[in-house]
């Protein structure tokens, strides 16, 4: 490898190099490509598969990742790992194709979910590279898996009225009309405290993935709804959420999960889950003409792609535009 990468470079510099510079760039090149794969070689041998992995979620830990991306990292890479068998730094490029297509054939998996492992072994390698532990990523040639774009179902505002005719007490019904204004991740909402909430602008701050923070807003009918409930409460938690039965512990993901999921099967209503909330928004903002830079600020989206992704605008109003602007 070494010989092959000098003669490359100095087949590249033969029209500025006479015999004798070339001779001696070789001997250089030589000498440092060999101390340099020593160097990668020895500060591998000494860092076990568990180290290294320990390593990557401390470096993406300190990136702002959340406990749930930090844990699906590090039970991702560990499954790879795991059924390769081999070290982490003799892994090569046949073994990750090899894994992922096994994976996707004994599980039915779909291709963004092979594309999510891929991504996050790209990840892993690139950072195993940038640290010296590996000298290439063996994902670098695997290429990103082409998969179908598919339009995900949102909330009618015909659902959302019986969604909210379907909740059994205040909190609920607040609870509903707080992620369909705000489009909050439900993980933002177990976070919020009642002093978080600013009724006279009707905003609020909430902190989003990595810690980032930034306000929200929500309507009147959320204003009028999230005070009736909570004037109604009688314990001292400082949660904006809390369960309904003492000890009125503040509400988990999975609880506020599991409040929304039973609102839906009351209201026959299908696929009801919070995340659903938050797309619906996105989809009604842009599709009444809310700037996508706006939109992206208001999900809290680090790249405009993520935004595009979660708003599928109306067809209709598609054509709409289309007779508007084109066919006149």
């Known amino acids: 490898m070494i010989d092959f990468v ?3 470079i100095r087949n590249e510099m ?15 090149l030589k000498k440092i490509l060999s101390e340099y794969t020593l160097i990668a070689e020895n500060k591998s041998m000494k860092t076990s598969n ?26 991702t890479i560990e499954d790879v790992v795991g059924s390769i068998n081999k070290s982490i730094i003799h892994i090569n490029t046949d073994d990750l194709r090899s894994y992922l297509s096994e994976y996707q054939e004994t599980r039915g998996s779909s291709k963004i ?10 990840s892993f390698y690139s950072w195993l590279e940038d640290e010296d532990y590996v000298v290439k990523s063996p994902v670098r040639r695997i290429r990103k898996v082409k998969t179908g774009r598919t339009v995900k179902e949102t909330f009618t505002d015909e ?5 909210r005719d379907s909740c059994l007490n205040s909190r609920d019904r607040a609870m509903v009309d707080v992620l369909s204004s705000t ?7 177990v976070r919020l405290n009642i002093d978080d909430i600013d009724f006279h602008e009707r905003e609020c701050i909430v902190y989003g993935k990595g810690d980032s923070e930034r306000k929200v807003y929500f309507d009147a009918r959320a204003k009028v709804h999230l005070k009736e409930y909570l004037d109604s409460r009688t314990d001292e938690n400082p949660a904006l959420f809390v369960s309904t039965k003492k000890p009125h512990n503040r509400l988990t993901i999975g609880g506020i999960e599991s409040v929304v999921k039973q ?3 009351k209201s026959l209503i299908e696929n009801v889950y919070p995340h659903k909330f938050r797309r619906t928004l996105a989809t009604r903002a842009i599709d009444r003409g809310m700037p996508i830079e706006q939109v992206q600020h208001l999900l809290g989206h680090i790249k405009i792609d993520t935004t595009m992704q979660y708003a ?10 289309h007779r508007r602007y084109i066919s006149g």
């Open 6 to 8: 000098s003669s490359m």
């Open 14 to 28: 033969k029209d500025v190099l006479n015999w004798s510079q070339s001779k001696k760039l070789h001997v250089t």
């Open 50 to 75: 568990e180290d290294l992995v320990s390593l990557f979620m401390s470096a993406k830990q300190v990136e702002g990742c959340s406990e749930k991306t930090l844990n699906y990292y590090k039970n």
């Open 113 to 122: 979910t092979i594309d999510n492992i891929r991504r996050i072994l790209s």
């Open 159 to 163: 659902n959302l009225e019986i969604l």
């Open 183 to 189: 489009g909050m991740r439900v993980g933002e909402l």
């Open 263 to 265: 609102i839906g099967l």
């Open 312 to 321: 599928m605008v109306n067809q209709s109003n598609v054509k709409i535009s």
